[in-house]
C-alpha cells in the first residue's frame, strides 16, 4: 500500500500509540481546538491530536474528522523519516537529495476520487477548517499545498500558504511575492489568462516535508517528496485541467479552481508563524470549481506558528539547507539547529574552533541561505547545541559583541517580522561568534579557561535513580 496519512496512523497506533490522543468529545474548530494545543505547549508535551467530533462555525458536528499536532514533536518526526533528532541536518541533506520519479495512476485507482463536486455542490466549510486567533478573519487553510504550474514549460510547483476560507467556493491567498508560486500566477496573468491552481491537504508527514523542500524555479516537488517518503509518490490528473495539473492520489482533499487575473480582495490580519498578528493586505482569490476528496476525509490542521508549523513544516529543511550550503565552505562546520523558539529567524550553528575567523565567515555563509533568517549564533564543539542554556551560556561568556557582533544592515527581512519597517521588507540581519579563540599554533592546547565539570569516572558512577525512585523524581520542581 502506499504512503498516505492512513499508514502513518496506522504505524503510530502500532509503535506509538501514547503519542496519540484521540479527542471524542465535541471541540469547536473556532478557536478551541488551538486553545488545545497551546495548553500542551505550556507543558511542552507534544501529541498528534485526533479530533473526532469537530463542530463548524454553524454549531454543527462536521461529517469529517481532524488531524492537528501531527509534525509537532521533534523526536517523533526525526523516528518517521529513521533519523538521530540531533543529526538532522546531516541527515536530512542526504535524503532531500534524493529524488523518486513520481507515478501516474488512474482516476478509478486514486482513493482521492472518491468524491466529486463540481459547480454548486462545492461547499469548503462542511470541512473542520480551524479558526486560530482572536483576530483572524475566519477560518485558513493553514495545511494546504497549493500547485501551480509553469505555462512555458508546464513543470508544476508546490507551497505551503494561507488561505482564508471567505465563501463555500472562494478563498484568498497569500502568495509571498518572492514564491514560485506567484512567478506562475504572474506568468499566467501576463497571458491574459486566469491561474490554474489546485490545493491538496492531507498525506503521510514525511511526504508533507519532502513538499517543502527549496527547489529551483522551475522544478516540481513531487519527485523530493518521493525522495523523503522514501517511494515514488502517486499522482493523478486533476478534474478540472486533466494531464496539465496533477495531485496526489493518496491525498485526503483537493481544491481546484482558478486565481483570476488581476484580481484582489483584503486578506488578513492573520496570526502568522512569528506568533504576531500580521496586518491585512491585498491579495488574490482562488474561485473554486471542483473538490474532491475520501469519503471519510481527514483534513490536516496546522497549528500555525506553534510547533506543529514549525519543526517539521519548514525547520528540518533550514537545517538541511544551511548545512549543505555553509559546509562546502566551512569544512570545520559540525551541525545545525533551527530551534523551535526563534521562529524560524534564529539558526545556531556549531563548529570546530581550529583557526581565526571561523565563527565569523560561518555567520556571513548561512544568512543569505533564507531570507527569515535574522539571527545566527556560532557556538564551539563543547557546547550542546539543542539545549538554549548553554547557548546563552556561551553567548555570555565566549562573546565581546565590539568584535564577534556581526551586523548586516540593509538587508531583505521577513515580511511577517513587525519589527522590519512595514512595507519595506528590509531589515538588520546578523549573528554571534560565540566560540573561545583558536588555538596559536595547530595542535596545540587552547588557552582558555576550562569548563568546571566532575571526574568523568565519578560522573559515570553516579546516577540520580540509585538515591531516590523513579516516581519522585517526576514530582521535583523545576526551574528557568
Request: hydrophobic share 40%; with cysteine.
Given at each position: 500500500m502506499a504512503e498516505n496519512l492512513r499508514t502513518y496512523l496506522a504505524w503510530l497506533e502500532q509503535k506509538r500509540p501514547e503519542y496519540l490522543v484521540r479527542i471524542k468529545k465535541p471541540i469547536r474548530a473556532k478557536y478551541e481546538i488551538t486553545a488545545l494545543q497551546r495548553k500542551l505547549h505550556s507543558i511542552n508535551k507534544y501529541p498528534v491530536i485526533m479530533v473526532e467530533k469537530p463542530i463548524l462555525d454553524n454549531g454543527k458536528e462536521s461529517s469529517y474528522s481532524l488531524i492537528t499536532n501531527m509534525t509537532s514533536s521533534r523526536d517523533l518526526c526525526a523516528e518517521i523519516l529513521g533519523m538521530d533528532p540531533h543529526r538532522v541536518a546531516m541527515e536530512y541533506s542526504a535524503l532531500q537529495a534524493k529524488r523518486l520519479t513520481p507515478a501516474k495512476v488512474a482516476k478509478k485507482d486514486a482513493p482521492i476520487k472518491e468524491v466529486v463536486e463540481k459547480g454548486k455542490d462545492v461547499n469548503l466549510l462542511k470541512f473542520p477548517i480551524m479558526t486560530h486567533n482572536f483576530l483572524d478573519p475566519g477560518p485558513y487553510i493553514g495545511g494546504g499545498f497549493v500547485s501551480t504550474y509553469d505555462p512555458d514549460?508546464?513543470?508544476?510547483?508546490?507551497?505551503?500558504q494561507r488561505m482564508w476560507v471567505k465563501a463555500p467556493q472562494r478563498t484568498g491567498l497569500w502568495a509571498l511575492p518572492a514564491s514560485h508560486n506567484w512567478a506562475n500566477i504572474t506568468k499566467w496573468w501576463a497571458r491574459g489568462e486566469d491561474c490554474p491552481v489546485a490545493v491538496w491537504i492531507g498525506h503521510h508527514p514525511a511526504g508533507l516535508s519532502g513538499a517543502q523542500s527549496k527547489l529551483g524555479h522551475p522544478e516540481s516537488h513531487y519527485a523530493s517528496m518521493g525522495g523523503v517518503l522514501g517511494e515514488p509518490v502517486r499522482l493523478v490528473?486533476?478534474?478540472?485541467?486533466?494531464?496539465?495539473?496533477?495531485?496526489?492520489?493518496?491525498?485526503?482533499?483537493?481544491?481546484?479552481g482558478y486565481i483570476p487575473k488581476d484580481h484582489y480582495e483584503t486578506e488578513g490580519p492573520f496570526g502568522e508563524y512569528t506568533g504576531y498578528t500580521g496586518g491585512q493586505r491585498p491579495c488574490p482569490v482562488i474561485d473554486v470549481v471542483c473538490v474532491t476528496h475520501?469519503?471519510?476525509?481527514?483534513?490536516?490542521?496546522?497549528?500555525?506558528?506553534?510547533?506543529?508549523?514549525?519543526?517539521?513544516?519548514?525547520?528540518?529543511?533550514?537545517?538541511a539547507r544551511i548545512y549543505t550550503s555553509v559546509k562546502p565552505i566551512i569544512p570545520e562546520l559540525l551541525n545545525v539547529y533551527v530551534p523551535m523558539s526563534g521562529a524560524r529567524n534564529h539558526a545556531y550553528l556549531?563548529?570546530?574552533?581550529?583557526?581565526?575567523?571561523?565563527g565569523k565567515e560561518a555567520i556571513m555563509a548561512a544568512l543569505p541561505t533564507d531570507f527569515r533568517l535574522k539571527h545566527i549564533i556560532v557556538v564551539d564543539e563543547d557546547v550542546d547545541?539543542?539545549?538554549?542554556?548553554?547557548?546563552?551560556?556561551?553567548?555570555?561568556?565566549?562573546?565581546?559583541?565590539?568584535?564577534?557582533?556581526?551586523?548586516?544592515?540593509?538587508?531583505?527581512?521577513?515580511p511577517c517580522d513587525p519589527s522590519v519597517s512595514a512595507g519595506a521588507l528590509i531589515g538588520t540581519r546578523g549573528g554571534i561568534d560565540a566560540?573561545?579563540?583558536?588555538?596559536?599554533?595547530?595542535?596545540?592546547?587552547?588557552y582558555y579557561s576550562m569548563r568546571n565539570k566532575t571526574p568523568d569516572?565519578?560522573?559515570a558512577r553516579i546516577k540520580v535513580e540509585d538515591y531516590t525512585d523513579s516516581a519522585q523524581i517526576q514530582k521535583f520542581p523545576g526551574s528557568y
Open positions: 514549460t508546464g513543470i508544476d510547483n508546490c507551497g505551503l490528473p486533476t478534474e478540472t485541467f486533466g494531464d496539465k495539473l496533477y495531485v496526489p492520489a493518496d491525498a485526503e482533499i483537493v481544491i481546484e475520501r469519503k471519510d476525509a481527514i483534513y490536516h490542521g496546522v497549528g500555525v506558528g506553534q510547533a506543529d508549523h514549525l519543526v517539521f513544516m519548514g525547520n528540518f529543511t533550514m537545517e556549531q563548529v570546530r574552533k581550529t583557526r581565526p575567523g571561523i547545541l539543542f539545549d538554549e542554556r548553554e547557548i546563552l551560556w556561551s553567548i555570555a561568556y565566549r562573546s565581546q559583541w565590539d568584535k564577534d557582533l556581526v551586523i548586516v544592515t540593509g538587508a531583505i527581512g521577513g566560540t573561545p579563540p583558536p588555538p596559536i599554533e595547530p595542535g596545540l592546547p587552547r569516572d565519578v560522573a
